[in-house]
Nanobody
């Protein structure tokens, strides 16, 4: 059974930083693309970043240059380092394993329970 457990969210002031973590289990982590998505209240799911099995990263325009996705295959861990945070980054952040190795996410994805990020002064 695929399990994804996010942590690291919290309340941060604009301009601040946070690092999210995702512990993965139940599948061969190293061979899978992994993705972070987010969802703000009343809004659709939004793709944030994807990292390929080879470590190539892809970022949404809205976070490019501010967020960095990374992975540790030895520990089955996915990370999202977020800096220069803005109020519009406020959302529930989810770790996603797409059903197929793709940039983004798909309808058959596996998703964790999420971790809340709130950017406010």
């Amino acid at each position: 059974e695929v399990q994804l457990v996010e942590s690291g969210g919290g309340l941060v002031q604009p301009g601040g930083s946070l690092k999210l973590s995702c512990a993965a289990s139940g599948f061969t982590f190293s061979t899978n693309y992994m993705t972070w998505v987010r969802q703000a209240p009343g809004k659709d799911l939004e793709w944030v970043s994807t990292i390929s099995s080879a470590g190539v990263t892809y970022d949404a325009t809205s976070v490019k240059g501010r967020f960095t996705i990374s992975r540790d295959n030895a520990k089955n861990m996915l990370y999202l380092q977020m800096s220069s945070l803005k109020p519009e980054d406020t959302a529930m952040y989810y770790c996603v394993r797409p059903a197929t190795n793709t940039i983004g996410y798909d309808s058959d994805m596996s998703r964790g329970q999420g971790t809340q990020v709130t950017v406010s002064s």
